[in-house]
């Protein structure tokens, strides 16, 4: 098992920054590929970003590509997404996951919810025009 507690969500005005945080528990850390989803009103649960165990493969959606960074401290148990110049269209309940790493695989097995097992409960962002 593996437990994930998101952080670092709020109110933030359009053009603004944000870093969230996810704190991991339970078996080594290291061992998961981490992603990040969100999902807004009324839309179905999306792919934001994703970082695999060691830190060195990243993938994001479109929509955020060169806006956000994902990346992962396997010493702190911990996988931060750095929002940069958001806009209201980012506004979401944003989602850490966790999913058994599988070194061959490729980045776009990720994409989808149903490589992870473990999800946080997630932390609300708000993006003001």
């Known amino acids: 098992q593996v437990q994930l507690v998101e952080s670092g969500g709020g109110l933030v005005q359009a053009g603004g920054s944000l870093r969230l945080s996810c704190a991991a528990s339970?078996?080594?850390?290291?061992?998961?590929?981490m992603g990040w989803f969100r999902q807004a009103p009324g839309k179905e649960r999306e792919f934001v970003a994703v970082?695999?165990?060691?830190?060195?493969?990243?993938d994001y959606a479109d929509s955020v590509k060169g806006r956000f960074t994902i990346s992962r401290d396997n010493a702190k148990n911990t996988v931060y997404l750095q929002m940069n110049s958001v806009k209201p269209e980012d506004t979401a309940v944003y989602y850490c996951?966790?999913?058994?790493?599988?070194?061959?695989?490729?980045?776009?097995?990720?994409?989808?919810?149903?490589?992870?097992?473990?999800w946080g409960q997630g932390t609300q962002v708000t993006v003001s025009s």
């Open positions: 996951a966790a999913g058994p790493e599988i070194p061959l695989i490729r980045n776009s097995y990720y994409y989808t919810s149903d490589a992870y097992p473990y």
């Open positions: 970082v695999r165990w060691s830190g060195g493969r990243t």
């Open positions: 339970g078996r080594p850390f290291s061992s998961y590929t």
